[in-house]
């Protein structure tokens, strides 16, 4: 029983909440002794779909790009296991644009499939490659983000 004011329980999402799609392939060392997926891959595969989303569409340059994006926050919900030799379907979506800092929204799904097998979020905060100090989203991925953006 849940308490009264406890937070509502996660729950699956639809694939109408995100803006992007990006496919993944398993790989036989993605699963674990129990045989699904480990929990850690999952936050490998939000780190991939994400940042590949950014260099295609010329918003992130990883090799000579002034600003880079640090994780600052991350956080997941299961809602059905994955295993491989399932190809994987990630949802991108941008939650949250600030300044410096953008909170992405990734859902997981087995092909084909109409609802999450997971879903969680990460944070990124942008700052100078050099510096590592906070500094304002450049134009060029602000345009990105805002296209990602839930609506």
Do not use: K
């Amino acid at each position: 029983m849940r308490a009264m004011n406890a937070p509502p329980r996660p729950m699956p999402l639809a694939r109408s909440a995100y803006r992007a799609f990006r496919t993944i392939t398993t790989r036989w060392m993605d699963n674990d002794v129990y045989g699904h997926v480990n929990n850690v891959v999952y936050y490998s595969w939000f780190d991939t779909a994400v940042n590949a989303c950014l260099i295609e569409r010329g918003a992130l340059d990883i090799h000579a790009g002034t600003t880079i994006g640090l994780v600052i926050e991350t956080q997941c919900n299961y809602f059905a296991p994955l295993a491989f030799p399932q190809t994987i379907e990630a949802g991108i979506r941008v939650a949250h644009l600030g300044q410096s800092s953008v909170r992405y929204e990734v859902g997981l799904f087995a092909q084909g499939a109409p609802q999450t097998a997971a879903a969680g979020h990460f944070v990124h905060v942008y700052v100078d490659r050099a510096t590592r100090r906070p500094v304002p989203l450049p134009e060029a991925l602000r345009q990105v983000l805002e296209d990602l953006r839930a609506a």
